[in-house]
Every structure is written in structure tokens, then in C-alpha cells.
């Protein structure tokens, strides 16, 4: 009985307002989406009940050139990464990934060694996010309030059951 593997992403690129970062752009932490919740005491039955989104999410991501991104720092406007890629799982079957971020990056400080490689650290709290791949899809708009999962609304949804 053969083993299944988990898919590894390959070809991965990504661009950063628009400048190709082939191999420069070492990794990316894709952003955690969490939604807040309340508790209520309705007729003595506790009830959890969906508020919303806890807070922006936070997109990571490591370059291998020191200062190369440095003039997208505290931009007003938002920058805008796109990464892609495909994962496989070692055999004949390859499914296409991509992600989608803007937002505005701050810098974080990292480690500088004698003799070995810089890396710049970049954090982007995220006005908007889209992922799809692998047979789903996720869209989250801070500014247009929405959190749509493979077609639903989940925020309007939200405020549907709130309203009723």
C-alpha cells in the first residue's frame, strides 16, 4: 500500500507591487483569519454567537536582499503581494495555489551575521486577502467588511442571524 505524502508547493513566486521577486522572496506566512465570538445565556442554554472578525489579519513574509523593499514602508496607500505557485503530492497530480494580500508592510528587525546572508523581515496588516487553491477559496475585505468562503458571506450571514 503506497504511503500518500502531503503536497509540497512548488514554482512559487511572487510579486510585490507589481516587481517580479523570483528568489528573492524566500517565504510568506499566509495570514490567520480568526472570527471573534460572544457568549450568551439565552433561557438558561449558553450560546455562542459569531461577531465578527477578531482583528486584521497579519501577513508575514522573508526577503533575501537587504533594503530592496524598503521604500514600500509605512506607504499610505496599499501595497499589494501576490504569491503563486502549485502544490504537489509526488505523483501525476499538481494543483495550482495563489494568494493575494494588500495592505501596508512595516519592517521588522532581523538578524545580521558575519559571513552569512542578510534577510529582511516584513509584516503587512492586511486590508484585503484571497486565497484559492486546492479546491477552495477565501476572500476577507476589511474595508468592505466581508468574509467569503468558497462563495458564502460569512460575515453577512453574521448579521443575519443578528438581525432575526
Known amino acids: 500500500m503506497p504511503i500518500k505524502t502531503p503536497f509540497t508547493l512548488k514554482n512559487f513566486n511572487a510579486t ?7 528568489g ?8 490567520e483569519i480568526t472570527i471573534k465570538t460572544g457568549i450568551h445565556k439565552v433561557g438558561g442554554t449558553v450560546v455562542v454567537v459569531p461577531m465578527g472578525i477578531d482583528s486584521p489579519p497579519k501577513l508575514t513574509f522573508t526577503t533575501a536582499e537587504y533594503g530592496k523593499l524598503q521604500k514600500h514602508i509605512g506607504k499610505f496607500d496599499d501595497v499589494r503581494i501576490m504569491g503563486y505557485g502549485s502544490l504537489n503530492d509526488n505523483s501525476q497530480t499538481t494543483k495550482k495555489v495563489e494568494m ?5 508592510i512595516s519592517y521588522k528587525p532581523s538578524k545580521w551575521s558575519a559571513g552569512q546572508g542578510t534577510k529582511d523581515v516584513y509584516e503587512m496588516n492586511c486590508n484585503y486577502v484571497q486565497y484559492s487553491g486546492n479546491g477552495g477559496s477565501l476572500t476577507y475585505d476589511g474595508k468592505g467588511n466581508s468574509l467569503i468562503v468558497d462563495g458564502e458571506d460569512l460575515i453577512e450571514t453574521i448579521r443575519g442571524k443578528i438581525k432575526t
Open 16 to 22: 510585490i507591487d507589481g516587481d517580479n521577486q523570483a
Open 24 to 31: 528573492l522572496l524566500l517565504e510568506i506566512s499566509v495570514p
Open 100 to 104: 493575494t494580500a494588500e495592505g501596508i
